[in-house]
T-cell receptor, first 115, second 115 residues
Framework: DAGVTQSPTHLIKTRGQQVTLRCSPKSGHDTVSWYQQALGQGPQFIFQYYEEEERQRGNFPDRFSGHQFPNYSSELNVNALLLGDSALYLC??????????????FGPGTRLLVL | AQSVTQPDIHITVSEGASLELRCNYSYGATPYLFWYVQSPGQGLQLLLKYFSGDTLVQGIKGFEAEFKRSQSSFNLRKPSVHWSDAAEYFCAVTLFYNQGGKLIFGQGTELSVKP
């Protein structure tokens, strides 16, 4: 049973560029969440996708956008990259349950460096 | 404001010694509670979770955690630490009924294990 997978593992971009990160959820999961983890910090919630729609969003600017596909995989897009966007980007998947009690399982992350 | 506090940034214990990592939350209602572990450069692995019921929960790798409503705490414990337990540990909470599954993480506690 494959867990959550993310690609690429590492990425180097320059300021002003755009980047797309990809995530495939764990088998049987239908919900994908994205987090940003700066060095030495805990992960910060970016947004969550369920049924191909953004279900909730954290305090991130519109430069951060996403998409969920019919097969439940997801992309995170960041436009106009800033140096401060350098971080580990984590994808987590879960199975939607009415009333809550969802458990999120994380992928290995994509390390983004903006120069 | 809703928050999660891990008071200890770094803890060092001797191999074979017991371990307790502290986690306190600030919420108006009882949240769902999680502990994750992160090895250097890796994603997050779920250790255990609390949704309801028995306030002492067992997890993987010999870890357990106790939910204490009166203290708003969810401390992680292990009776005998192994060198392979050296990693970063994150406490996380969520309120599904109004948060849509967003996990809020503490700053993390880095665990070092002395031989």
């Amino acid at each position: 049973d494959a867990g959550v997978t993310q690609s690429p593992t590492h990425l180097i971009k320059t300021r002003g560029q755009q980047v797309t990160l990809r995530c495939s959820p764990k088998s049987g999961h239908d919900t994908v969440s994205w987090y940003q983890q700066a060095l030495g910090q805990g992960p910060q919630f970016i947004f969550q996708y369920y049924e191909e729609e953004e279900r909730q969003r954290g305090n991130f600017p519109d430069r951060f956008s996403g998409h969920q596909f019919p097969n439940y995989s997801s992309e995170l897009n960041v436009n106009a990259l800033l140096l401060g966007d350098s971080a580990l980007y984590l994808c987590a998947s879960s199975f939607h349950r009415t009333g809550g009690q969802e458990t999120q399982y994380f992928g290995p992350g994509t390390r983004l460096l903006v120069l | 404001a809703q928050s999660v506090t891990q008071p200890d940034i770094h803890i060092t214990v001797s191999e074979g010694a017991s371990l307790e990592l502290r986690c306190n939350y600030s919420y108006g209602a009882t949240p769902y509670l999680f502990w994750y572990v992160q090895s250097p450069g890796q994603g997050l692995q779920l250790l255990l979770k609390y949704f309801s019921g028995d306030t002492l929960v067992q997890g993987i790798k010999g870890f357990e955690a106790e939910f204490k409503r009166s203290q708003s705490s969810f401390n992680l414990r292990k009776p005998s630490v192994h060198w392979s337990d050296a990693a970063e540990y994150f406490c996380a909470v969520t309120l599904f009924y109004n948060q849509g599954g967003k996990l809020i993480f503490g700053q993390g506690t880095e665990l070092s294990v002395k031989p």
